[in-house]
């Protein structure tokens, strides 16, 4: 059984396309071996609401939030602020562009 879900990353997000699928299925996509190389946490998956949106996350993932999963999470802004920084000097090293953001995404289960 599986049900409805919030994913909260601090990171980058990028949308992907049709033909990225088979290399992220296989875990052989770019940015999902930088960010293991680096050390950092990768999610994706299809956020779909009018048709197909997949997603991946690569970045610190600081909780997926559902019935079948937490139902809540804290962080202290000392820890908040130390995930931020680990987490943009890791991506930073594994050649990653863009301004990390924090990242509350719902995720439905239809």
Known sequence: ?????CIVYFGLRFETADHEMEALES???PRIVAAR???LRHFWENFF?????YLLFVGAQIAILGPENG????LTRAELETIMQETKVKLRA?????EPK?????????
């Not at 609401?49 to 949106?53: E, F, K, L, S, W």
């Not at 139902?71 to 804290?74: G, H, M, N, R, S």
């Not at 594994?94 to 863009?98: H, K, S």
């Open 1 to 5: 059984m599986s049900a409805d879900a």
């Open 27 to 29: 875990r052989t996509d």
């Open 37 to 39: 190389d680096a050390r």
């Open 49 to 53: 609401v009018d048709g197909d949106r």
């Open 71 to 74: 139902l809540e999470t804290q």
């Open 94 to 98: 594994a050649g990653f562009q863009g």
């Open 102 to 110: 924090l990242y509350v995404q719902w995720y439905p289960d239809y």
